[in-house]
């Protein structure tokens, strides 16, 4: 039996040209029985390098799966770990809120219980209150009529301004009508005569006793007049109609800051189209006159969608309706933009 037989051909292996596996094997090679050409046979025996057999590298292969195989149980161990101390905090929380709701539901039904009671107890203090205050009535009625009863007869008695106290109705009605009063039925006027003894006196019901007829004729006359006044007094403002995309903002205020000739309004819409600009409904509802100015500032935003040809549409259909309006139209060019970029062919 040979002394180094070969690990492939089991025949003896001399001392040149072999080499020996550093496997698990250990076992001699002739080089013609492995695959190793001579260049890398030299490097093998100048570097003094490790080399495996056929046999031990799948060996190592499979070892090395299994160590893979091996890692990668105990990293989704570890994770299945972790996930499962997640899931028991998250059921301890569950658990926790479960009981606040169940101690919140019971303390909304207690809530409600005394909001009830409380209710019941307003409810008869109310009616106890209701039934005090009816009493309270009817007592002091009844020592008003008491009082009233008791109080004497007052006859004759001076006042600051020396009238005599009227004791009776008609002598009253006799010291408040004592003007001159007409007589629908005659046309005359009728007089009324007043006994001698009487003193004259300030007759403070004056006004129940003047005729208003004369009165009501003079408020016409005099409402007539300041009508006509105000109406002269009017001067209509000419208007000037902006409609304008963002570029407007605040043109139509600083022209009303700036005089006073005429009205300046402003339909202004940020970011918008030649189409959502020219809205001529709100020319309508201005009721503009042909003196009156349209003013029409758009169309940059729809050059900026490279949609020039839209915005010129728009804008013609928009002068042709304003012919009905006003002949006074103002079509502002496109301002410059300042916000694209380098490559924008705007």
Not at 36 to 48: A, D, M, P, R, V
Not at 146 to 154: A, N
Not at 202 to 212: A, G, H, K, P, Q
Request: proline share 3%; aromatic share 6%; net charge negative.
């Amino acid at each position: 039996m040979p002394k180094y037989p070969c690990g492939k051909c089991t025949r003896n292996v001399g001392k040149c040209h072999a080499v020996l596996c550093k496997g698990t094997c250990s076992k001699w090679f002739h080089l013609k029985c492995t695959d190793l050409k001579q260049e890398g046979f030299k490097q093998i025996e100048k570097h003094n390098t490790l080399w495996f057999c056929n046999e031990c590298n799948l060996i190592n292969l499979s070892y090395k799966e299994d160590q893979d195989v091996e890692n990668i149980n105990e990293d989704l161990t570890s994770e299945i770990e972790n996930l499962n101390e997640v899931i028991k905090t998250l059921n301890e929380e569950l658990t926790f809120a479960k009981e606040e709701i169940t101690e919140l539901r019971s303390h909304s039904s207690r809530l409600e219980i005394l909001v009830l009671e409380k209710e019941e107890k307003n409810l008869l203090l109310e009616r106890k209150l209701k039934a005090l205050l009816d009493q309270m009535n009817v007592n002091v009625g009844k020592e008003w009529q008491s009082e009233r009863k008791s109080l004497p007869l007052v006859k004759n008695i001076q006042t600051p301004h020396n009238t005599p106290v009227a004791t009776s109705e008609k002598e009253l009605f006799s010291n408040v009508v004592s003007k001159n009063i007409r007589n629908p039925s005659k046309g005359k006027m009728h007089i009324k005569k007043q006994p001698l003894s009487t003193i004259s006196t300030f007759n403070y019901y004056e006004v129940l006793s003047s005729d208003t007829d004369d009165y009501e004729d003079e408020l016409q006359n005099i409402d007539a007049e300041n009508v006509q006044v105000k109406e002269q007094n009017i001067v209509t403002k000419k208007k000037l109609l902006l409609c304008s995309d963002s570029h407007g903002r605040d043109i139509a205020w600083n022209i009303n800051n700036i005089q006073n000739s005429f009205e300046a309004i402003g339909y202004v819409k940020p970011g918008g189209k030649s189409e959502q600009v020219l809205n001529m409904i709100n020319f309508e509802k201005e009721n503009c006159s042909n003196d009156d100015v349209l003013v029409l500032m758009c169309g940059a935003n729809d050059v900026s969608k490279n949609e020039s040809q839209v915005a010129i549409n728009n804008i013609t259909k928009a002068l042709e309706m304003a012919k009905c309006y006003t002949s006074n139209v103002v079509l502002v060019d496109l301002p410059n933009r300042y916000d694209l970029a380098e490559w924008s062919c705007v």
